[in-house]
């Protein structure tokens, strides 16, 4: 399978009215091809090519993508629509997954500064519920104890690896 990356990711939230505006280098395969983007009012992205690389190139790119992954589909009223992938929704997934990794890193590094962030259950799916509490009254240690005292399956991410804690937080959200 073709392996497409962003990174240096720039999201312009002030500037994203239809579609994000953002601006990504652009990696196939582990080789630099240049610079995507979008500028945020509903258009398509746009590709900057380096190293020769050119509309012919991201056409075959393209197939490539279309070969390689699944095709989408989605609900137009009561009817079934289907399209191949191409670069801009992989391009477009890339960008939703980095915000909500960013989103997810603040949530961590921000609010578990001041509030205990738990699970009543293992969290499964998206939409599990999370849990705060202000740790102004008393200490995590505190917290930890009365929360697994009434829900013993609890996940308590503030005591969780970095690592575990984004994963665990991922599955949540």
């Keep these: 399978m073709v392996k497409i ?3 240096s990711i720039k999201h312009a939230a ?3 009215q239809e ?3 953002y601006e990504g280098t652009l990696y ?3 080789v630099r091809w240049g610079v995507v983007g979008n500028d945020g009012h509903g258009g398509p992205d746009h590709f900057h090519g380096e190293g020769g ?3 012919g190139d991201l056409m075959a790119l393209n197939e490539r993508i279309a070969a390689d992954y699944p095709r989408i589909t989605y609900k137009d009223g009561d009817e079934d629509v289907s399209m191949a992938t191409d670069l801009e929704c992989v ?3 890339l960008v939703n997954q980095f915000l909500r990794e960013r989103r997810l890193k603040a949530l961590l590094n921000k609010t578990a500064k001041v509030m205990v962030l738990y699970f009543k259950e293992p969290p499964i799916a998206d ?3 999370l849990y705060q509490v202000s740790m102004r009254t008393h200490p995590i240690e505190v917290w930890t ?5 009434k829900h013993p399956n609890a996940v308590i991410v503030n005591t969780l690896p970095k690592e575990e804690a984004m994963k665990v937080l991922a599955l949540a959200a």
């Design 53 to 55: 690389r050119n509309y």
């Design 127 to 129: 939409g599990t519920a």
């Design 91 to 93: 391009c477009g997934d």
């Design 5 to 7: 990356e962003l990174k």
């Design 14 to 16: 002030f500037a994203s």
């Design 28 to 30: 196939v395969d582990d």
């Design 19 to 21: 579609t994000h505006a």
């Design 145 to 149: 104890k009365h929360i697994l005292s």
